[in-house]
């Protein structure tokens, strides 16, 4: 079944550059895969979907293996979230109108919800490679931010044609320092005797929410659980 999987998928992309992610897509990578349609369907209930879903899928993990690869013990802590984004890109940069006819299919009101939990496992994921060790509202913030983040370099990476997409790179660094700055703000509140005071009855609320623990079912999109 995997190997089914893995040759519709690689048979979709030459297609959904001229006809998206679509039903006859489906249908005709099935064909070039000589996977029977019924079997096909087995695989991907939903079709086209299911299909986009599974490319955006291995993406991400082509981005945790090269995460896992790569030597990033020399990098500050912000330039390796940076790295993970700038990898689950470079994962799928051959195949670019794939990931742009994703993100038509995904905007639609329909799929809107799946969208969302790809972007939110995208961001789980580079967390949880990257060790993130939080156990409390800041689980949720670090993964609801670097959403956003990402979601905004994909959208500029898609219409940037600069030579090796470095006006990118240069928009996800931007965006990245935005986020710490924020972190640096909320440091110093809480280094303030007098905010910090200010502070305690929201912080303490906050503190109260445990982020999930690995092996137990969160029911939130996209949540990888660590090994």
């Keep these: 079944m995997e190997d089914a999987k893995t040759a519709i998928l690689d048979a ?14 489906f249908r005709a990578a099935a064909a070039d895969a000589d996977v029977p349609l019924e079997q096909a369907r087995a695989i991907f209930p939903r079709g086209a979907l299911d299909l986009a879903i599974a490319f955006h899928q291995r993406g991400d993990a082509q981005m945790v293996a090269r995460l896992k690869a790569e030597n990033l013990l020399s990098m500050r802590f912000r330039d390796r979230v940076a790295a993970g ?74 219409g940037d044609e600069s030579e090796g997409h470095q006006a990118t790179w240069e928009f996800l660094d931007r965006r990245i ?43 939130l999109p996209g949540r990888m659980t660590p090994k």
Excluded: C
């Excluded at 992309?13 to 679509?22: E, I, Q, R």
């Excluded at 051959?94 to 969208?115: H, I, W, Y």
């Design 12 to 25: 979709s992309l030459p297609h959904v550059a001229f006809d998206g992610w679509s039903e006859d897509t």
């Design 85 to 158: 984004v700038r990898f689950r890109l470079e994962a799928v940069g051959e195949d670019k109108e794939a990931v742009r006819r994703g993100s038509t299919l995904f905007a639609l009101p329909q799929n809107a919800a799946e969208g969302a939990k790809l972007i939110w496992g995208t961001a789980d994921a580079i967390w949880t490679t990257l060790g993130d060790s939080a156990q409390d509202f800041n689980w949720y913030t670090k993964r609801a931010t670097l959403s956003g983040v990402y979601a905004a370099t994909v959208l500029y990476w898609l």
């Design 177 to 219: 320092e935005n986020v710490m700055q924020f972190e640096k703000v909320k440091a110093q509140v809480n280094a303030n005797p007098l905010a910090s005071k200010l502070m305690a009855g929201p912080n303490w609320v906050l503190s109260q929410i445990k982020a999930p623990q690995a092996g137990i079912d969160p029911n």
